[in-house]
Every structure is written in structure tokens, then in C-alpha cells.
């Protein structure tokens, strides 16, 4: 199972624990759109932090309740191995000190060798404490019988850097990007000889380029921070 973290060359003595070396291409997730099983809002006082984040992956909005999971959608857009994800999927029955109950995760997650997994999102602080580690072995059981992985993931690996900032940066250049950006982008950096500055792009094949580094097509040393002297280069399996 993939960790959460963008393909390049990761450092493996950053200790970031999303990060890992394997390399796929793009496929298109087939997943429909979503409508979250649980509400999202503030109704009756509550403070959740919640907007809407464009989601390039499966080419519609949606909608987070905390800034934490607005971060981790960063990260998972910039995972080549991810190729859909949804909010608050559906309820999931769970057996917890002897009596039913029912929680929603935040996540649901495909990937691309089909995979699936449910991530929760939670602060550090509530996911050491032993009664959510009760209830998250509980989630966990109930997720394994229906044939999903089951993770809890906290703000020290979502928001760990450089590697937030790069992808934020990433996704926010390749928004627009369309399947000919990339490919045209690609085709450049291949003329260029497979490897170019970040800076010495042409500014209208940003867009794709940065489509194509999420989209695992090129790469770059994700544990120095994204900038004008980054180094791209075109991935062994599409040269």
C-alpha cells in the first residue's frame, strides 16, 4: 500500500513517513460524483474550518470541514499513485465495547492497483490518547472485513515540509492544465533534452508541467523546497 506523498526522488533519511520511491502513470478513476454521507457545517455552534477545494483528480469540488483535511487533499492530489478520493464516503458500522455504532471516515481512497483505504484525519493530540485508539483498532477491524486498509494520518505527516508547500504549489500551477497541456509540456522537456529548470520554462507550459510532475510523468528532488532552480526531469518509463 502507498504511503501519502508526491513521486520523485524522496529522501528516505528525511523521515518523512509518506514518502516513498514508486513511480506509476496516471489512470482515470472512473468514480462518480460524490455527495458526502455525513453534513458538513456548522449548525449548532460548531467552529469547523469548512470550504471547498477543487480536486484535479476527480475533476469536481469538494467539500472539507477542518484545515487539516484541506492539507492532506494537497497531498493526496500530488500522489500519482492515488486516482480518486472522497470526503465522508458512507456510515461504517463498527463493534466498540460491546454495542454497534457507526462512524463516517474522512476519506476513502482508490489507487491505482485497486486498491482502497480509509483514512482518518486527526490532530497528534487526539490520536494518542487511548480511547480514540480503542475506537480507531475498532474502525480498523470493521474496514478489513469490508476490504479497505485503515490509517490514521496527523498533522506531523500531512503537513510535514517542504513537501506541503511543493504540493501546493504544484496544484495550484495545474489547475487549468488540460490532458494536451501536459502532454505538449512533456514533449518540450523531452526536446530540451528530458531535463530542465523549473525557471527556464516557458510560462505557457507551466501549467502542464506541473500536471505532469503530480501525474507521475516527470519528477524532481521533493525534499528540497519547489522553486525556479528545481530540476525536472522526464521518469525512466516515459522516456
Not at 514533449?187 to 503530480?214: C, D, F, M, V
Request: hydrophobic share 35%; aromatic share 8%.
Amino acid at each position: 500500500m502507498p504511503e501519502i506523498s508526491p513521486v520523485a526522488f524522496s529522501n528516505p533519511k528525511s523521515g518523512d513517513q509518506l514518502m516513498h520511491l514508486k513511480t506509476v502513470s496516471p489512470v482515470a478513476s472512473g468514480q462518480p460524483n460524490h455527495t458526502p454521507a455525513r453534513r458538513i457545517d456548522n449548525r449548532g455552534g460548531g467552529t469547523n474550518h469548512i470550504g471547498e477545494f477543487y480536486s484535479r483528480k476527480n475533476e469536481e469540488h469538494l467539500r472539507y470541514e477542518s484545515r487539516l483535511e484541506r492539507d492532506l487533499c494537497f497531498r493526496l492530489e500530488s500522489i500519482p499513485e492515488v486516482t480518486s478520493y472522497r470526503p465522508q464516503p458512507f456510515r461504517l458500522p463498527l463493534a466498540l465495547d460491546n454495542k454497534l455504532r457507526v462512524t463516517t471516515p474522512d476519506f476513502e481512497v482508490f489507487y491505482i492497483d485497486h486498491t482502497r483505504e480509509l483514512i482518518e484525519v486527526k490532530y497528534a493530540s487526539v490520536a494518542s490518547r487511548d480511547d480514540f485508539r480503542k475506537r480507531a483498532d475498532a474502525v480498523r477491524n470493521s474496514a478489513h472485513h469490508r476490504g479497505y486498509t485503515y490509517r490514521v494520518v496527523t498533522e506531523r505527516e500531512i503537513r510535514r515540509q517542504p513537501q506541503l508547500s511543493n504540493a501546493k504549489t504544484l496544484v495550484r500551477y495545474a489547475r487549468f492544465a488540460t490532458l494536451a497541456h501536459r502532454n505538449t509540456a512533456v514533449q518540450k522537456i523531452r526536446e530540451n533534452g528530458g531535463t530542465i529548470q523549473w525557471g527556464a520554462i516557458h510560462p505557457k507550459y507551466l501549467a502542464g508541467s506541473a500536471a505532469a510532475i503530480l501525474d507521475g510523468l516527470l519528477t524532481y528532488d521533493t525534499s528540497e523546497v519547489f522553486g525556479c532552480r528545481t530540476s525536472i526531469a522526464i521518469v525512466d518509463e516515459v522516456i
